[in-house]
């Protein structure tokens, strides 16, 4: 499946965007969406994951700020976050990962920058 993320940019402390990410086929099959990203310097982390059963999951530093939900009808997957901090500044990427067949398929990635 072909991923594309759309929603990143420039935002001060405190503020809030939506990523989107949406997929060439229908999600419905696919057993976990997810958002990753890697912030310069370092590896890419998990940042959040939801099932194909609606079960979500988070990082801990994102906890309690961010959101993710998958609209199966729209063949899209969303990560609403809320009170960014300077260091959510990274590249932040969308992922599908199906268990059988097994396939596990990338997005382009889109910038999150938080600064003032």
């Known amino acids: 499946v072909q991923l594309v993320e759309s929603g990143g940019g420039l935002v001060q402390p405190g503020g809030s965007l939506r990523l989107s990410c949406a997929a060439s086929?229908?999600?419905?099959?696919?057993?976990?969406m997810a958002w990753y990203r890697r912030a310069p310097g370092k590896q890419r982390e998990l940042v959040a994951a939801v099932t194909s059963t609606g079960t979500a999951n988070y990082a801990d530093s994102v906890k309690g700020r961010f959101t993710i939900s998958r609209d199966n009808a729209k063949n899209t997957v969303y990560l609403q976050m809320n009170s960014l901090k300077p260091e959510d500044t990274a590249v932040y990427y969308c992922?599908?990962?199906?268990?059988?067949?097994?396939?596990?398929?990338w997005g382009q990635g889109t910038q999150v920058t938080v600064s003032s």
């Open positions: 992922n599908a990962d199906r268990y059988f067949p097994p396939t596990n398929d």
């Open positions: 086929e229908s999600i419905f099959s696919i057993d976990i």
